[in-house]
């Protein structure tokens, strides 16, 4: 049958084998197979895997079922299982959060990725020792935590003999979606179907197989089924003379065989279609319950001759054969078997607690706390849309107004966190038709303020969250309290509230009754006053980088308002503190975040090399985790530290971060692009679109309006105001800002006044001016400094003082060098040549030219880590890992690891610490 199935799919048949080939030779891939149900897809993927068995790859198989849809990881401990002897060689934290994702530790999962980089060891260590083919059959019913994992391990397949193929009916699922290759099957030629309906019914008449040749629609397993169909009723014409969808009518063919069985065989087959991946021993015992009598294995004997099920085991032939029979019996049959099964179950609860609900027409809060506490255990085992299903269902059986609220708002948080802002916003809504105590009405708010991203809402809104959140707090819930006043706080930080709203905020962050230590309180008030409460908020900040911290998250979060309040090299310090923890935790959402934070530390630092590896992996991670957003604001980062070096993809980059944020209108992003198109303007001498560009992040009119990210710019500003024609407005805005200025200890506001003072001060008074401006410039903050020694070295070429512009400008260039930032070197350059110095182009740098992995993966082998060691930091396999090091050797002119130290030199840090 197979060899009729596959007639007329020669392409797809050598597509597949060459990849098989591929991976056998030790560079695997992956691949989604997408057709129709019935289209051949099993059956084109089974002779490649049994190409790979003769071929001596290793195959294992897992196959999703419609009625595991809501058990976390249950099609990856399919795989686990058939690999459960590599488990104990697993690095411990891998091995935990293996084992407790598949249920086989009560353990919660730290993070659903550390649960991929698990599996991705575990496929690649068995890949090690015989090349491995993964099959993942009937994807789109799989659950969403297995899909997840293995889109992970699929994004990563490179160097290893290790091929994952996955059959599914969608284009939409979480594989299909993940940027893999897809190769889609499609009807087959009338030529071909001809010959396969010949192959399988040679003495059809003629009207007979016209007419299922059009009904079949080249499809192969309607080719093949219908035929038989006819027979099983002694050969009549059993067709309606109207068309019919192509899958009613498969499963109408296998529906007229299941009709004809014995009860006990239709009752098995009935289960066994709900029970998913369960045993047959289970079926037995809840088809006895059912019928009343015992029921054994000889009732599967008709349905293997009826050719509805494989001899061995329970397999259903095709996955509509599962289908047909579901949809042929009664609700009442169904909600019967539910029963049985759920009997039959003892000692699996969330099994259980899914055929009860099956079986359950109204409410019944015996049910519902059943699938509440199904809820819980998927979480713990990383599971969020089995969760998140476990909750919608408990609250449809759930009578008390209190306890229906309560699941709500959970399930809507959940939905939330899983990207379903469609499905938040509409369990928000049904929780709010309810009479909502105090802390529900919060947690609502919460969630409605969350789904707008933080970026658009009113500002009435926005202070009423947080002033709730105080009241919560006071009332004993300090977490649910802080969330909330983040939600609040977040508002003001991506969008535009209003001055008497972000008052609001700030004066609800000073009242929160929690410690002030506390590293999140630290942060809220970072973000929500960085100038109103002054030196306060540069002091808490400092102190908590002196502070021991073995809290990653509070670190990200306090890495992200130092650079809100103007110092980014302090930033860089305290976000670096938290990556190693992220990376070991598997919380690859949160460290998107945090490098994006590292990314722009650098940016604004200057340092090119440093901000473009960690963009890179940032944009990356956004990507993999759902976090628009976040990608977004890579983006705008990536086009200032192209304007800061010089490359012409700064306007690219720019372009692409604005189609990303205006939707949403997400103003820092905005901000940071304005202000990198301004840079680069700058240093090509356009000074009236750098002005126009800079300008727009200080009008409060215009969407890319910032009210703190603007400090960073004003030294920028003023210096095309002055070069141009705009001298008046660069005045009128250091006059507004000034007074800001004594009441903050921002550098960036600080230097950028300092700075711009001295550009707008009369020829003969700006000397003392630019040298007070370079003396107050943090130490920590070369790039800066380097700006103002090209500006005073420009001012002292000018008024013909050459010796002693060219000191000046020749520290300038070397700084400029050092950091990357290529544009700003040739600036001082230009000026060095009119000063009458020479200042030649140096080569680049040998670290650039590598990418920003290979750059990566350099320097953490330079510190002496494994290939196995760096995998687990940048999640991919160590044979990528060694991959890449044969790449960069020739670039760098090296033979071994040994020498990367040496070679890279100044290039072994990330900005603000060590990698």
């Given at each position: 049958?197979?060899?009729?199935?596959?007639?007329?799919?020669?392409?797809?048949?050598?597509?597949?084998?060459?990849?098989?080939?591929?991976?056998?030779?030790?560079?695997?891939?992956?691949?989604?197979?997408?057709?129709?149900?019935?289209?051949?897809?099993?059956?084109?993927?089974?002779?490649?895997?049994?190409?790979?068995?003769?071929?001596?790859?290793?195959?294992?198989?897992?196959?999703?079922?419609?009625?595991?849809?809501?058990?976390?990881?249950?099609?990856?401990?399919?795989?686990?299982?058939?690999?459960?002897?590599?488990?104990?060689?697993?690095?411990?934290?891998?091995?935990?959060?293996?084992?407790?994702?598949?249920?086989?530790?009560?353990?919660?999962?730290?993070?659903?990725?550390?649960?991929?980089?698990?599996?991705?060891?575990?496929?690649?260590?068995?890949?090690?020792?015989?090349?491995?083919?993964?099959?993942?059959?009937?994807?789109?019913?799989?659950?969403?935590?297995?899909?997840?994992?293995?889109?992970?391990?699929?994004?990563?397949?490179?160097?290893?003999?290790?091929?994952?193929?996955?059959?599914?009916?969608?284009?939409?699922?979480?594989?299909?979606?993940?940027?893999?290759?897809?190769?889609?099957?499609?009807?087959?030629?009338?030529?071909?179907?001809?010959?396969?309906?010949?192959?399988?019914?040679?003495?059809?008449?003629?009207?007979?197989?016209?007419?299922?040749?059009?009904?079949?629609?080249?499809?192969?397993?309607?080719?093949?089924?219908?035929?038989?169909?006819?027979?099983?009723?002694?050969?009549?014409?059993?067709?309606?003379?109207?068309?019919?969808?192509?899958?009613?009518?498969?499963?109408?063919?296998?529906?007229?065989?299941?009709?004809?069985?014995?009860?006990?065989?239709?009752?098995?087959?009935?289960?066994?279609?709900?029970?998913?991946?369960?045993?047959?021993?289970?079926?037995?015992?809840?088809?006895?319950?059912?019928?009343?009598?015992?029921?054994?294995?000889?009732?599967?004997?008709?349905?293997?001759?009826?050719?509805l099920v494989e001899a061995q085991g329970m397999a259903f032939r095709h996955p509509l054969v599962r289908s047909a029979i579901y949809h042929a019996a009664t609700a009442a049959e169904r909600q019967a078997a539910h029963t049985a099964l759920a009997a039959a179950l003892q000692g699996q609860p969330d099994r259980q607690a899914w055929h009860r609900a099956a079986a359950t027409a109204g409410p019944d809060e015996r049910v519902a706390r059943d699938l509440d506490s199904t809820a819980g255990r998927a979480l713990r085992r990383g599971g969020v849309a089995a969760a998140l299903a476990a909750l919608r269902r408990a609250t449809e059986?759930?009578?008390?107004?209190?306890?229906?609220?309560?699941?709500?708002?959970?399930?809507?948080?959940?939905?939330?966190?899983?990207?379903?802002?469609?499905?938040?916003?509409?369990?928000?809504?049904?929780?709010?038709?309810?009479?909502?105590?105090?802390?529900?009405?919060?947690?609502?708010?919460?969630?409605?303020?969350?789904?707008?991203?933080?970026?658009?809402?009113?500002?009435?809104?926005?202070?009423?969250?947080?002033?709730?959140?105080?009241?919560?707090?006071?009332?004993?819930?300090?977490?649910?309290?802080?969330?909330?006043?983040?939600?609040?706080?977040?508002?003001?930080?991506?969008?535009?509230?209003?001055?008497?709203?972000?008052?609001?905020?700030?004066?609800?962050?000073?009242?929160?009754?929690?410690?002030?230590?506390?590293?999140?309180?630290?942060?809220?008030?970072?973000?929500?006053?960085?100038?109103?409460?002054?030196?306060?908020?540069?002091?808490?900040?400092?102190?908590?980088?002196?502070?021991?911290?073995?809290?990653?998250?509070?670190?990200?979060?306090?890495?992200?308002?130092?650079?809100?309040?103007?110092?980014?090299?302090?930033?860089?310090?305290?976000?670096?503190?938290?990556?190693?923890?992220?990376?070991?935790?598997?919380?690859?959402?949160?460290?998107?975040?945090?490098?994006?934070?590292?990314?722009?530390?650098?940016?604004?630092?200057?340092?090119?090399?440093?901000?473009?590896?960690?963009?890179e992996e940032a944009a990356s991670l956004a990507r993999e985790t759902g976090q628009p957003l976040v990608h977004a604001m890579v983006n705008a980062i990536r086009a200032q530290l192209a304007a800061v070096s010089g490359d012409p993809a700064a306007e690219a980059w720019a372009a692409e971060a604005e189609r990303e944020a205006l939707p949403s209108g997400g103003r820092p992003v905005l901000a940071i692009l304005q202000m990198a198109r301004g840079q680069a303007a700058l240093c090509q001498g356009r000074y009236g679109d750098a002005f126009g560009h800079l300008h727009r992040v200080f009008d409060p009119a215009d969407p890319s309006?910032?009210?703190?990210?603007?400090?960073?710019?004003?030294?920028?500003?003023?210096?095309?105001?002055?070069?141009?024609?705009?001298?008046?407005?660069?005045?009128?805005?250091?006059?507004?800002?000034?007074?800001?200025?004594?009441?903050?200890?921002?550098?960036?506001?600080?230097?950028?006044?300092?700075?711009?003072?001295?550009?707008?001060?009369?020829?003969?008074?700006?000397?003392?001016?630019?040298?007070?401006?370079?003396?107050?410039?943090?130490?920590?903050?070369?790039?800066?400094?380097?700006?103002?020694?090209?500006?005073?070295?420009?001012?002292?070429?000018?008024?013909?003082?050459?010796?002693?512009?060219?000191?000046?400008?020749?520290?300038?260039?070397?700084?400029?060098?050092?950091?990357?930032?290529?544009?700003?070197?040739?600036?001082?350059?230009?000026?060095?040549?009119?000063?009458?110095?020479?200042?030649?182009?140096?080569?680049?740098?040998?670290?650039?030219?590598?990418?920003?992995?290979?750059?990566?993966?350099?320097?953490?082998?330079?510190?002496?880590?494994?290939?196995?060691?760096?995998?687990?930091?940048?999640?991919?396999?160590?044979?990528?890992?060694?991959?890449?090091?044969?790449?960069?050797?020739?670039?760098?002119?090296?033979?071994?690891?040994?020498?990367?130290?040496?070679?890279?030199?100044?290039?072994?840090?990330?900005?603000?610490?060590?990698?």
């Amino acid at each position: 049958m197979h060899r009729r199935a596959l007639l007329g799919r020669e392409t797809e048949r050598r597509a597949l084998a060459a990849l098989v080939e591929q991976g056998a030779a030790g560079s695997g891939g992956a691949t989604v197979i997408i057709g129709a149900p019935g289209i051949g897809k099993s059956a084109l993927v089974a002779e490649a895997a049994d190409m790979a068995a003769r071929g001596g790859t290793h195959v294992i198989t897992a196959v999703g079922v419609q009625s595991e849809e809501n058990l976390p990881c249950a099609g990856l401990h399919q795989l686990v299982h058939q690999l459960r002897d590599g488990i104990d060689d697993l690095p411990e934290r891998q091995r935990t959060a293996l084992l407790a994702a598949v249920g086989l530790v009560d353990e919660a999962v730290p993070d659903l990725y550390l649960v991929g980089l698990a599996a991705l060891t575990l496929l690649t260590d068995a890949a090690a020792k015989s090349p491995l083919l993964v099959v993942v059959e009937d994807a789109h019913w799989m659950d969403h935590a297995s899909l997840d994992v293995l889109g992970f391990v699929a994004r990563r397949i490179e160097s290893d003999p290790l091929v994952l193929v996955a059959v599914t009916r969608r284009l939409d699922d979480r594989l299909g979606s993940a940027g893999l290759p897809v190769l889609h099957l499609g009807p087959l030629t009338d030529e071909v179907a001809g010959e396969v309906l010949d192959a399988v019914a040679p003495d059809l008449g003629q009207q007979v197989r016209r007419r299922l040749l059009e009904e079949s629609a080249g499809n192969p397993l309607a080719l093949t089924e219908l035929p038989a169909a006819l027979r099983s009723v002694g050969g009549a014409y059993a067709l309606n003379p109207g068309p019919l969808p192509l899958t009613a009518r498969l499963e109408r063919t296998f529906t007229a065989r299941v009709s004809r069985l014995p009860a006990d065989t239709r009752a098995l087959l009935l289960l066994s279609a709900l029970n998913g991946d369960g045993t047959m021993d289970e079926c037995l015992a809840a088809a006895s319950r059912m019928l009343g009598t015992a029921v054994d294995v000889a009732a599967f004997e008709a349905a293997i001759d009826g050719g509805l099920v494989e001899a061995q085991g329970m397999a259903f032939r095709h996955p509509l054969v599962r289908s047909a029979i579901y949809h042929a019996a009664t609700a009442a049959e169904r909600q019967a078997a539910h029963t049985a099964l759920a009997a039959a179950l003892q000692g699996q609860p969330d099994r259980q607690a899914w055929h009860r609900a099956a079986a359950t027409a109204g409410p019944d809060e015996r049910v519902a706390r059943d699938l509440d506490s199904t809820a819980g255990r998927a979480l713990r085992r990383g599971g969020v849309a089995a969760a998140l299903a476990a909750l919608r269902r408990a609250t449809e059986l759930t009578r008390d107004p209190s306890a229906r609220a309560d699941r709500l708002l959970r399930a809507a948080e959940l939905a939330l966190e899983s990207g379903q802002g469609d499905v938040a916003a509409h369990l928000v809504a049904q929780a709010r038709s309810l009479d909502l105590s105090v802390r529900d009405q919060g947690r609502a708010a919460w969630v409605s303020i969350a789904l707008a991203e933080g970026t658009r809402g009113e500002g009435a809104a926005t202070a009423e969250l947080a002033e709730l959140a105080v009241e919560i707090t006071a009332g004993g819930e300090p977490t649910l309290g802080l969330r909330m006043l983040w939600g609040a706080v977040l508002q003001c930080f991506w969008g535009e509230p209003g001055p008497a709203a972000r008052e609001r905020v700030a004066a609800a962050a000073d009242r929160m009754p929690v410690d002030a230590d506390n590293a999140d309180l630290v942060a809220l008030r970072a973000y929500s006053a960085p100038v109103e409460r002054g030196g306060g908020v540069m002091e808490s900040l400092a102190g908590q980088l002196e502070r021991s911290s073995e809290n990653a998250e509070g670190d990200q979060l306090l890495g992200g308002a130092a650079v809100t309040a103007g110092a980014p090299a302090l930033a860089g310090r305290l976000t670096a503190r938290s990556l190693d923890a992220l990376r070991a935790q598997g919380r690859l959402s949160m460290l998107a975040r945090a490098l994006c934070v590292q990314a722009g530390s650098a940016a604004r630092l200057g340092d090119v090399r440093a901000g473009s590896l960690a963009a890179e992996e940032a944009a990356s991670l956004a990507r993999e985790t759902g976090q628009p957003l976040v990608h977004a604001m890579v983006n705008a980062i990536r086009a200032q530290l192209a304007a800061v070096s010089g490359d012409p993809a700064a306007e690219a980059w720019a372009a692409e971060a604005e189609r990303e944020a205006l939707p949403s209108g997400g103003r820092p992003v905005l901000a940071i692009l304005q202000m990198a198109r301004g840079q680069a303007a700058l240093c090509q001498g356009r000074y009236g679109d750098a002005f126009g560009h800079l300008h727009r992040v200080f009008d409060p009119a215009d969407p890319s309006f910032h009210p703190w990210l603007r400090f960073y710019a004003v030294a920028e500003l003023v210096e095309a105001a002055v070069r141009g024609e705009s001298a008046e407005v660069a005045r009128d805005v250091v006059r507004e800002l000034s007074p800001l200025g004594e009441t903050t200890s921002s550098p960036a506001l600080l230097c950028g006044l300092r700075l711009g003072r001295a550009l707008l001060s009369p020829q003969d008074a700006a000397e003392p001016l630019y040298r007070a401006a370079l003396d107050a410039v943090p130490t920590d903050w070369p790039f800066e400094r380097a700006r103002a020694r090209l500006a005073l070295g420009e001012w002292l070429r000018r008024h013909r003082r050459p010796a002693e512009s060219r000191v000046a400008l020749q520290a300038a260039r070397e700084i400029f060098d050092a950091l990357g930032a290529s544009a700003w070197a040739d600036r001082a350059r230009q000026e060095l040549r009119a000063a009458g110095a020479s200042s030649p182009r140096q080569d680049p740098a040998a670290a650039d030219r590598l990418t920003s992995t290979e750059l990566h993966v350099a320097q953490l082998a330079a510190q002496g880590l494994t290939n196995r060691e760096i995998g687990e930091r940048l999640y991919v396999s160590p044979r990528t890992v060694s991959t890449h090091l044969q790449r960069m050797f020739p670039k760098l002119g090296v033979a071994s690891r040994g020498e990367l130290a040496a070679v890279l030199g100044g290039t072994m840090t990330y900005p603000g610490g060590a990698v």
